[in-house]
């Protein structure tokens, strides 16, 4: 109990999260009881407090049975270690977020979606060198995919040190960001719909704040996350994250096949999310939004990524005057926590 | 806006007012657009459906109305007939909660004075007196389009619905007219009739998209319209081109209401064919015959697989 010593300490940990109480299975019982005789209502505790421990013990009771208890920090599975900062679930599994990897945990049943993945960013090359050199940085490499629990499927990126998942940088800064910050995550990723969507042919349809990881020291933007759904251009749909579905331009809808608008249509919705205005509809109204930039946000997506990166220049030029940089003052270990390198 | 409720009482006193015994021309009296319903007077340039103590979760719904010559009986049946009918069959039926309606008026931009007209989203009798002040221009031109896009491009830029804001559950938007989507909506067209021009033109399926992220949206298409019976083939296939099963072929404009009511139902989870066997008479046959080929929205929960990709 040393580490949670206060009721917002206790309150503060996920039930889904309840390892990081009581450390291995057999603390599950000295420690509840230790915490107990000191939060039971009876004792002079308090009820919240002690109504969140005994779901915290019951989760850990469940885990323990069912050979699921991950070690804080540490995921032991498939025969190998990862050592991990912030974990967090997503529409497939369980995802890890170390200072050098990203590893997604995907439940048997989305396996195909795995392999999927596993062979899109494999297949991510370019025409030269000066295309890697500009791109390599900004995409995602495969460092390792293998079985873990009977049908799952385990990959494991590489991660630059450093960097932030949009949605957990949202959530830190009260679920908004400056219009500024918001204009070159904008660039990057139209920037990586070209590559993607015009040179490789391919529609990744899984992009997100909670998939799109940003460097705030030198505005890099890598989509790391969301590409079990990426299918080549104009093939059929397999599968959509239910953001995807929701977000999913009518005329693709009808059509059912991945088209350029797709992503178009997410990289607008994450401009609107981190200006916390998912509507769209209170951005002219804002005085710290830029109308240029507000009116592209809120405007219909075209079809051609190309088009649209030659045209966006004009936007900023138009939101904020001539480009200068302008750093984004917060770090990997301020959103995450100590454990986290800031690069 | 939205506050209230629609009743029968207030109904009543509205019908005794304005429309027992009282020909269209003496209904619709507005010999030009009205501020109140001029989209670029609009405070803000936007209109709001926000939940209220009487309708704490807010659905909104909007019907434009093409409102061109061949089509005025279509305004005519409802306010007449048509908007108690929409409104107690939602009460009744319960396919969404607390509906707030807005009417436009639509005409054609390349010709009309009032190609677009917009009411507030309203929750009572309010609305009844927005729509009887619709100004039926009677415009329209020989380009066999109406600009039915133009409610699109409002409703995806200038609407502000707490149905999507508050709980991400899309409106309903609802044209209705006899003649095809014009393929083009341009600039300088939007800024006429919205006093701030956009930076480029917009495809009809652009704003179809644009629309689409707030709202289901559906057209109808009114079969017994001159220009419908001029060239079926052609106005169908515009529609079912770019919406598809979402063109609703009416039949019969009087149940115009039970077939929006019924579309709206069986995006909401309802059985086609349920729904269409809901409804006594004839009724079921036009709602049958529109929506027969609809489906539930997709709502694959967290992850939505597709057939098609999966044999691919």
Known sequence: ?343 | MGSGRFSATDWDRFTASTTAGRTREAIFTASGLKDALDPAKARNLIRESRDSADNPESNAIIVALDVTGSMHKIPEYMVREGLPALFDNIYTRKPVTDPHVMFMGVGDVVYDRAPLQVSQFEADIRIAAQLKDLYLEGGGGGNMTESYTLPWYFAGLHTAIDCFEKRAKRGYLFTVGDEMVPPVLTAEQIGRVMGVRPQADFSAQQLLDLASRQYHVFHVVVQQGSNYRAHPDQVRASWTDIIGQRALMLSDYTKLAEVIVSAIEITEGANAADVAASWGGSTALVVRGATGGLQKAGTGGAVRRFLDGLRS
């Not at chain 1, 040393?2 to 420690?31: C, K, M, W, Y």
Request: charged share 25%; net charge negative.
């Open chain 1, 1 to 343: 109990m040393h580490n949670f010593e206060t009721a917002d300490e206790i309150l503060a940990i996920p039930v889904s999260e309840a390892e990081r109480l009581f450390g291995t299975p057999e603390q599950i019982g000295p420690v509840f009881r230790e915490a107990a005789l000191r939060w039971h209502p009876d004792h002079g505790g308090r009820q919240d407090v002690f109504a969140h421990l005994l779901a915290l013990r019951a989760e850990a009771d469940r885990k323990s049975a069912a050979g699921a208890w991950v070690v804080p920090g540490r995921l032991e599975i498939g025969g190998r270690r990862i050592r991990f900062f912030h974990r967090f679930t997503f529409e497939l599994g369980t995802a890890y977020l170390g200072n050098n990897v990203l590893a997604y945990v995907v439940e048997p049943e989305f396996a195909d979606l795995a392999k999927r993945a596993e062979a899109v960013i494999k297949g991510l090359n370019f025409a030269d060198a000066a295309m890697r050199a500009e791109m390599a940085p900004r995409l995602p490499r495969l460092l390792a995919a293998f079985d873990g629990q009977p049908g799952q499927r385990v990959l494991v990126l590489e991660k630059p040190a450093g960097i932030i998942r949009l949605s957990d940088l949202l959530t830190h800064e009260g679920g908004r960001i400056p219009a500024r910050h918001v204009a070159w995550i904008i660039s990057e990723l139209l920037n990586f719909a070209c590559y993607l969507n015009a040179y490789r042919g391919i529609i990744h349809l899984g992009l997100a704040p909670e998939t799109v990881f940003i460097a705030p020291a030198t505005h890099q933007v890598l989509p790391l996350g969301g590409w079990f759904y990426a299918t080549r251009r104009d093939a059929y749909l397999a599968a959509l994250p239910e953001r995807t579905d929701r977000l999913l331009p009518m005329t693709a809808r009808q059509a059912e096949c991945a088209v350029p608008s797709i992503d178009l249509e997410l990289i607008r919705a994450i401009g609107r999310e981190a200006l916390g205005d998912a509507a769209g509809t209170r951005l002219r109204l804002d005085p710290d939004v830029p109308t240029a930039l507000a009116d592209w946000l809120r405007s219909p997506s075209g079809h051609d990524p190309v088009a649209e990166y030659r045209l966006w220049p004009g936007t900023i030029l138009d939101s904020f005057g001539a480009r200068r940089f302008a750093e984004l003052l917060v770090t990997a270990s301020d959103v995450y926590g100590k454990e986290a390198d800031n690069g």
